[in-house]
């Protein structure tokens, strides 16, 4: 692949355990020995470390402000520019950023993922593909429970009382209806072969055009 005169940019969204990290996983796998970059919306959480783990209990993870989305929307901008970026690096046991920062050099397809990364119009327009993946409310909560009782420290009742009192009002306020922005809707994400492929085939269509 020559050097392209700006990078793809590919924006995955959709409820919390629909199977995005899954797709954007896939995509970054089949473009594997290219010039491929992963940016998490959830890495770009607001900083709580002046607040007590109490007080970072009540946040509402869910809402669209607890994002420091002018970050995101800046290292975004400078990854466009081919500039190099310190992205931060996020605790969910801990609900804040950790002390680390991953130092990340440009690349030529980016890929960005996260529940609301269709709500805010700048970070939209920055995006070549914008892609929601669709999956029903019942397999996200139970996918949710597995992943974190195992992976994110937190107990059953604890994810049951945030799925009914936030997630899911939050997911029919500002998640689900972003749906609209999107180019492509795959539904039941996480194993949607002929989805993946399409997007892997347009993507490679985009990257032989700006050659
Ligand atoms: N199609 C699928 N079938 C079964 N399990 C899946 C599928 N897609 C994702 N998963 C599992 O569900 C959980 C949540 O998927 P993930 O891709 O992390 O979703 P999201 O990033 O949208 O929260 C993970 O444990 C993942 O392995
Ligand atoms: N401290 C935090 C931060 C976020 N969450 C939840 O994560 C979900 C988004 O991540 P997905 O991988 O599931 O898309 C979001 O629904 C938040 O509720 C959290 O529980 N604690």
Redesign the pocket.
Known sequence: MSKLVKPIVIGVTGG??SG??SVSRAIFDHFSGHSILLLEQ?FY?KDQSHLSFEERLKTN??HPFAFDTDLLIKHVEDLIDFKAIDKPVYD?AK?TRSDQIIHQEPKEVIIIE??LILDDPRLRELMDIKVYVDTDDDIRIIR?IKRDIEE?GRTLDSVIE?YLN??KPMHNQFVEPTKRYADIVIPEGGRNQVAIDLMTTKIHSIIDVRE
Request: proline letters at 0%; hydrophobic letters at 20%.
């Open positions: 919390s355990g995005k990290t959830d959480y993870y869910d969910y609900h996260g529940i949710r994110r945030q936030v997630v």
